[in-house]
């Protein structure tokens, strides 16, 4: 058995958050995100909380969980303990329990043009990569929006502008990308006081990444860019 202690809260009753405990009987194979959807099926159906896929694709479960933020779908049980503590993602607005209030990390999400950005008329032909430049995107691609990174970066918190982590990390997958052509327009998303001038280099965000990706290197990546940018007016060496 495992007390698993959730974070409540709910804005109509709540003047501030508290932890509900539950006792859960552990088996192999016991996720986080299950042991929450038996306490809601049979404890408390009042829970609130995400989740879609179940398979750590959707990223919609990130939690904090036991003092590090993870996929709840893809923590199992047996590998935290006989006590266990569920929080909702810092730096973000709770609704309720552990949902978070996303509209600014989507916002911000959309301010930066998530799509390949190339007007060059096609005709029957196809923009062609060589292995070599696909191979760029490898550590890029795998971003599945779960928000860890943004909840553990220091600087989400100080500065709501700033774009964050995540979002930086898909600026650099599109500015990567040799069939992108806004390469000038992501370097000026991303040069600014609340882009990636403002990270700090914490390294937190690498260490959450449950996709074990590395937001930092990208942001390290823009900033040449950037520099190079306002030295040489050039916004990409091809």
């Given at each position: ?7 409540r ?9 508290y ?6 009987a ?33 990223g ?6 036991n ?7 893809a923590t199992?049980?047996?590998d935290l303990g006989?006590?266990?503590?569920v ?11 552990l ?7 989507w916002a911000?999400?959309e301010?930066i043009r ?20 696909r191979?760029r ?7 599945i929006?779960c928000a ?12 709501p ?13 599109f ?9 000038a327009?992501?370097?000026?998303a991303a ?5 990636v001038?403002?990270c ?11 996709k074990?990706?590395?937001?930092t290197?990208?942001i ?13 007016g050039r916004?990409?060496?091809?």
């Amino acid at each position: 058995m495992a007390r698993v202690s959730v974070f409540r809260y709910d804005p109509e009753f709540d003047s501030k958050g508290y932890f509900d405990d539950f006792e859960v009987a552990v088996r192999p194979g016991l996720t986080v995100l299950e042991a929450l959807i038996n306490i809601l099926e049979q404890e408390d159906g009042g829970l609130a909380f995400r989740y879609a896929c179940r398979g750590a694709v959707c990223g919609s479960c990130s939690m904090h969980i036991n003092g590090m933020y993870r996929l709840a779908c893809a923590t199992q049980m047996s590998d935290l303990g006989d006590e266990v503590v569920v929080r909702p993602l810092y730096h973000l607005p709770v609704i309720r329990d552990l949902v978070v209030d996303m509209t600014s990390f989507w916002a911000k999400y959309e301010m930066i043009r998530p799509w390949l950005a190339n007007e060059t008329p096609l005709g029957d032909a196809e923009r062609i990569q060589s292995p070599e430049e696909r191979a760029r995107l490898d550590n890029l691609v795998e971003c599945i929006l779960c928000a860890c990174c943004h909840a553990s970066c220091p600087f989400t918190d100080t500065d709501p502008q700033y774009l964050g982590p995540a979002l930086l990390l898909k600026v650099d997958r599109f500015y990567a990308d040799t069939r992108d052509r806004a390469a000038a327009d992501r370097l000026a998303a991303a040069d600014s006081e609340h882009g990636v001038w403002r990270c700090h280099t914490a390294y937190n965000c690498v260490e959450v990444c449950p996709k074990s990706l590395n937001p930092t290197a990208s942001i390290a990546h823009l900033k040449m860019g950037a520099a190079r940018r306002r030295l040489t007016g050039r916004a990409k060496v091809r």
